[in-house]
């Protein structure tokens, strides 16, 4: 990677396992020096430079704060990104998620919206375990299938309460 | 004149030069300027006092008139008077006509899709209306403030899109302001409350205005504000209680729907009266031509509460999005005028379970934080005090894929500055240039979604389809501003465009506005001079009243002070007259006739000072 790695901007040690206070608390810290505001009158050049600055913390931000993005990225400072689509080995928890979508479908047909928070537990819970085994395996040597199907699930859990998010809304209507 | 001003021993007179620079919001309604001044950020008044300045602009032969007058004459001279023109800032015909109101204005369509409103100084598009509220907020500053300003934090609702930010950022050019930023409504509020409480913690900022609806959540946390989401809806205001209000008067007096331009406006200004009065009374009596009737408080509230219902949609979404329960939020702050209805105050109070804040006047609160961070951003703070505020794009920003759809590049509520990078291929064998379409919306269907820009990029050298990687970089600046450019990575090919809203100005229509201020330049020179005499002829008044009343018995014969007093009237009737040589050369007979005054005033202090101090303290 050319550019410096996300931990090391907030002086951190890569690692799933993340103080999610103490990382905010480093980023307002640095944010304070390259904030474009800093620099509301400087000359065109130095503009641009804390611009790019802080939208390269931001994204170190963004990326490190959220589980699943930041599990991907440990990933990726390992041993290389994972291919964006690929067939996925992981028929138990396909399953799982074919049972996900038909709940998450029938509470939308019925607008139960006290359902859908007992739902958002559920996921919570299983985003927590998933999170668990992750940070347990994610470094040892021999155990990087492992992780991905992991990562995965992180992005499967994800990308389904991203959903959850979106019935609320539409529930709400 | 200096030497009426005695200062304490040891205590400068003169702070150190402080660069000028102040806050304005730039109101559907009402705009103001602010500035800190001796460590305060206050709202800076006209020659009258008067703070809010109506955002109204009529145009006249020959003239141009701003606020009051203007909002005055709006129901008279409705095709000359332009008000609420924030609402039309960044927007196409098509748009307006999707406003769903009547506006009474002559609209025709410019060079590029922008409409402009045709009056008798010819057709002036909502860029130069707004200029022209600026142009005069520019030259009430520099009069209050003695100087020339180094530029301005303009406001503008979080929930402004790309085109409407722009044609913001138009307006102040034309006014000859520099913008150091632009900054969102409910941030500056936040800074106006956190800076006067020191507060930590989940802060909700619920702000309804004349013409826009926000709503922000904002984390405070050691001199850092973090917006954690913002939404709202950018055609909901108190403009709209008011269109209610008139709506049901027209049917009550059994009104054809299709009224002309004066009477929308009579009609429009009675609601609004009724709708201010019922913040106090249960019930107000209401008439029009013949017609008479009384409008109640539960009624007035009924009317309002499918508008109501809108904004406290959009606050349980961005509570949502900002990943936090209601739980969470330790206060909620009240900003515009149209939180003073009663009604609104009760359903947001339900809404987070809390009462909300209103210590500050709701129609300032956003020129003061805008102050404020003007001041910051101009330098004047350092160390500790200074602020930083981390913003968010209210909207996601996404590119054209195949079959009509947005693909979301940056999602709503990333903070900003921000860039992000998407790679695309080509999906034909020796296709040799691709169109970018660059979108902003929520929505999956690119005819749903606001059309920002279009460019191609071209000399791709040909490949077979996908085999081509061309990236695309969105970059988000803290105005909150988008550039675009994207890269085909074999070959270096390169193309970049910095956003320009479909809807706003041209070039030509640009460069033919500046000519337009330049022209006014004269005039606007000639203001700024009477209101720099003013204001000094003003401040000696002051001074010299204020030594009056200290000294004046002690150290002045009668037949002194009776002179003394004549100068000082003559100078007051000059002050409201336009006549600036006048008021010069009696400001200065003024300071004549008071220096002997100074000079004892000065002697009297000294001996007391002396009096005061040991001896071996003087030696030193």
């Known amino acids: ?173 | 004149m200096p030497l009426l001003q005695i200062a304490e021993p040891g205590q400068s007179p003169q702070p150190h030069q402080r660069r000028l620079a102040v806050g304005i919001d730039l109101g559907t309604t009402n705009s103001l300027v602010a500035a800190v001044r001796s460590g305060l950020a206050e709202p800076l008044a006209d020659s009258a006092g008067q703070v809010i300045l109506p955002s109204a602009v009529r145009y006249r032969d020959g003239r141009v008139d701003v606020g009051q007058a203007a909002r005055d004459a709006a129901s008279s001279d409705p095709f000359n008077t332009v008000i609420s023109v924030k609402r039309l800032m960044g927007r196409g015909l098509a748009d307006i006509k999707q406003l769903g109101e009547q506006l009474p204005y002559r609209f025709v369509e410019g060079e590029s899709h922008m409409p402009f409103i045709e009056t008798v100084q010819g057709a002036k598009s909502p860029v130069e209306v707004s200029a022209d509220i600026l142009r005069s907020l520019r030259q009430r500053a520099e009069g209050v403030l003695g100087g020339e300003l180094v530029g301005a934090v303009i406001t503008v609702p979080a929930y402004f899109d790309d085109a409407q930010r722009q044609a913001t950022k138009d307006a102040a050019r034309l006014a000859g302001l520099s913008v150091l930023r632009l900054l969102n409504e409910p941030t500056a509020a936040a800074v106006a409350y956190g800076l006067d409480q020191r507060a930590e913690g989940v802060v909700a900022i619920y702000d309804l205005g004349g013409g826009t609806f926000d709503i922000s959540i904002l984390r405070l946390t050691a001199g850092v504000f973090e917006v954690l989401a913002t939404g709202g809806d950018s055609a909901l205001g108190g403009d709209d209680f008011d269109h209610a209000i008139a709506g049901w008067i027209v049917e009550q007096a059994g009104l054809s729907a299709d009224l002309d331009p004066g009477t929308q406006r009579r009609l429009l200004e009675a609601a609004c009266a009724a709708k201010e009065a019922l913040s106090q009374a249960d019930d107000v009596p209401l008439s029009h031509g013949d017609w008479k009737g009384r409008l109640s408080r539960s009624h007035f509230d009924s009317l309002i509460e499918p508008l109501l219902a809108r904004s406290l949609k959009a606050c349980r979404r961005a509570v949502r999005d900002a990943g936090v329960e209601f739980e969470d939020i330790g206060a909620v702050v009240m900003v515009g005028g149209s939180t003073r209805v009663p009604r609104v105050r009760e359903a947001v109070g339900e809404l987070f379970g809390r009462p909300p804040m209103t210590d500050i006047d709701p129609d300032q609160v956003v020129a003061i934080g805008a102050a404020i961070q003007a001041d910051t951003l101009a330098g004047n703070r350092r160390g500790g005090e200074e602020l930083l505020l981390l913003d968010v794009n209210p909207l996601s920003l996404g590119l054209e894929t195949m079959g009509g759809l947005m693909e979301k590049v940056i999602p709503r509520n990333t903070t900003i500055p921000v860039a992000r990078a998407q790679d695309f291929t080509t999906y034909k064998d020796g296709q040799t240039a691709m169109m970018i379409h660059v979108l902003q919306g929520e929505r999956e269907l690119v005819r749903d979604c606001r059309s920002l820009a279009r460019f191609e990029l071209r000399g791709i050298p040909p490949m077979v389809a996908g085999a081509a990687k061309i990236r695309v970089t969105f970059q988000v600046d803290a105005d909150g501003l988008l550039g675009v450019s994207a890269r085909e990575l074999g070959s270096g090919v390169e193309a970049s465009i910095q956003v320009k809203p479909s809807y706003g100005l041209t070039d030509g229509e640009i460069a033919r506005m500046l000519q337009d201020s330049f022209r006014h330049a004269g005039d606007d020179k000639a203001a700024r001079a009477l209101r720099e005499l003013q204001v000094d002829a003003q401040r000696l008044l002051e001074s010299v009243e204020a030594a009056l009343e200290v000294d004046g018995a002690r150290l002045l014969s009668r037949e002194e002070r009776a002179a003394i007093d004549e100068h000082m009237q003559a100078l007051r009737a000059l002050l409201d007259g336009d006549d600036g040589s006048a008021i010069e050369r009696q400001t200065k007979r003024l300071t004549q006739v008071t220096d002997a005054f100074a000079a004892r005033r000065m002697d009297a202090s000294v001996k007391a000072a002396l009096a005061g101090r040991r001896l071996n303290e003087l030696e030193e």
């Open chain 1, 1 to 173: 990677m050319g550019k410096p790695c996300h931990f090391a901007l907030f002086d951190l040690q890569p690692a799933f396992r993340l103080d999610l206070d103490q990382l905010a608390a480093r980023y307002r810290e640095r944010v304070r020096d390259v904030h474009p505001d800093r620099f509301a009158d400087a000359p065109q050049a130095e503009q641009r430079r804390a611009l790019e600055q802080a939208a390269q913390l931001n994204d170190a931000y963004q990326t490190l704060k959220s589980a699943p993005r930041r599990a991907l990225y440990l990933l990726a400072l390992q041993g290389g990104e994972l291919p964006l689509e690929t067939t996925v080995q992981d028929p138990d928890f396909l399953l799982q998620q074919m049972q996900w979508r038909e709940e998450l479908e029938e509470l939308q047909d019925q607008a139960d919206l006290e359902g859908v928070a007992v739902f958002k537990r559920r996921l919570k819970d299983a985003q927590g375990e998933v999170e668990t085994r992750f940070a347990a395996c994610w470094d040892l040597p021999g155990q990087r299938d492992e992780a991905e199907r992991l990562v995965r699930r992180l992005q499967f859990l994800d990308k389904l309460s991203q959903e959850v998010r979106q019935l609320e809304e539409r529930l709400d209507d």
